[in-house]
């Protein structure tokens, strides 16, 4: 049989191209911004993870310009040969004092971070339990591990309790969770994960790829917005969001991040975050520090933002905790339908994420709407009249 056969056949991406209903790869021509210009037109951005908006920020660009001009474009090499600036050490430690955790080792991408520092972590006899929703790059990582991997429904306490009685008391358990859901923007349980957790003599590690910079002290994340930095063992993160850069991090104990960092195999076989990047995560850092204010400013927004998308009649899921996180999903529930919407909302100037299955549970397709502390409340009001207007009027 031919390996490419499968490439040939019909699938759900050509049957959208043909129908002019596909959703993805819409080009760029601007910076990413609060507005945008794609494929010609003027866009609100409601689909973007730039939640400080730093992407465009003045300090931010020129620190990322002055890097690619001292030490060039790129590094070529991994961090353990010779792809270690000074500066990747500056942003290690920087980001090890904000956070709170001495161990602090970074890799090219948030899912490369979470590849390996589950594969470094969970060996052949441990477990790694996972929440459903997780994200894919901590399912990836599960998997490239030689441990087994338990999944509890989403958020259900009780079912993680049933999972966690399964694991062996002679077998080494890591709790994986998301701190802010990345697709539905609710807040993990992380006081019961944690209670859970020490009854259980399990580990905790949380995903903060949407948590940095959105909650807790000063935007120190999931761990800090419920008052147990101490009781999170790991904090894994991203620079791709709120950081406006490329490259992920883990923030630990030193001994465990001195474990990772002489065995995770993305990072000692990867090459390093390049200049420019590494230069505007550590200006985004710095920026943050100065302004800690930004992260409750964008809460404000998101609340804005939910209480205009239900005052328009729209359906939304809720954040669990009740914290308003910039992650808004609007419920379309039935594929064709969601798809139908977005494109209407995109032809009328509105970017946003329609998520479907199996990104979403069956019947729970959705517009994942996400929200920047640079938004005004101008641009907010007409981007979510027009999306009113599209699914609230025209597909009653
Ligand atoms: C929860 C979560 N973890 C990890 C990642 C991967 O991060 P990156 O895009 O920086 O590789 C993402 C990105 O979408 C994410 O949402």
Redesign the pocket.
């Known amino acids: 049989m031919d390996i490419f056969e499968k490439c040939e056949k019909p699938s759900l991406a050509k049957e959208l191209k043909e129908k002019g209903l596909y959703p993805y790869f819409h080009a760029l021509e601007s910076r990413q911004d609060v507005e945008v210009m794609m494929e010609g037109k003027r866009r609100i951005m409601l689909g973007s ?1 730039n939640y400080l908006g730093l992407t465009t920020n003045p300090e931010v660009v020129e620190a990322g310009v002055k890097a690619l001009e001292k030490y060039g474009t790129g590094c070529s090499g991994s961090r353990f040969l010779n792809g270690t600036l000074e500066m990747h050490l500056e942003l290690e430690e920087k980001l090890g004092k904000f956070l709170r955790k001495d161990g602090i080792v970074t890799w090219s ?6 590849l390996g520092i589950i594969s470094s972590l969970v060996g052949m006899h441990d477990y790694v339990i996972c929440d459903r929703e ?2 894919a ?2 399912y990836d990582g599960c998997k490239l591990s030689y441990g087994k991997m338990l999944r509890y429904k989403h958020s259900d306490m009780v079912d993680l309790e049933r999972v966690l009685q399964k694991v062996p008391e002679t077998a080494g358990c890591l709790i994986v969770t ?1 701190g802010v ?2 697709m539905g923007g609710d807040i993990a349980k992380l006081p019961e994960i944690c209670a859970l957790a020490k009854k259980y003599g399990a580990r905790v590690m949380v ?1 903060d ?2 948590g940095l910079g959105v909650l807790g002290e000063g935007g120190r994340g999931t761990a800090s917005h419920f008052g147990l930095e101490d009781q999170v063992d790991i904090y ?1 993160g ?4 709120s950081l406006a850069s ?3 991090y883990m923030a630990s104990s030193p001994a465990v991040a001195e474990y990772v960092r002489h065995t995770s195999r993305p990072f000692i076989f990867s090459a390093s975050i390049p200049p420019a990047n590494c230069a505007v995560a550590l200006a985004s850092l710095t920026y943050l520090e100065k302004h800690p204010e930004l992260p409750a400013h964008l809460r404000s927004l998101s609340q804005y933002a939910r209480e205009g998308l239900t005052g328009r009649g729209l359906k939304i899921r809720e954040s669990a905790a009740n914290v308003p996180t910039p992650i808004i999903p609007i419920y379309t529930y039935e594929t064709y339908h969601t798809l139908d919407v977005s494109r209407e909302i995109y032809e009328r100037g509105v970017y946003v994420n329609p998520t479907l299955p199996p990104a979403t549970p069956e019947g729970e397709a959705l517009l994942r709407t996400s929200y920047m502390a640079t938004h005004t409340k101008a641009l907010l009001d007409e981007a979510m009249d027009i999306i009113a207007d599209v699914m609230v009027k025209n597909h009653e």
């Open positions: 993870n991408t948030g899912f490369q971070s979470n997780n994200h790059s901590i998301d859901f990345s995903d790829a949407h894994m991203t620079f791709s969001k490329l490259g992920g």
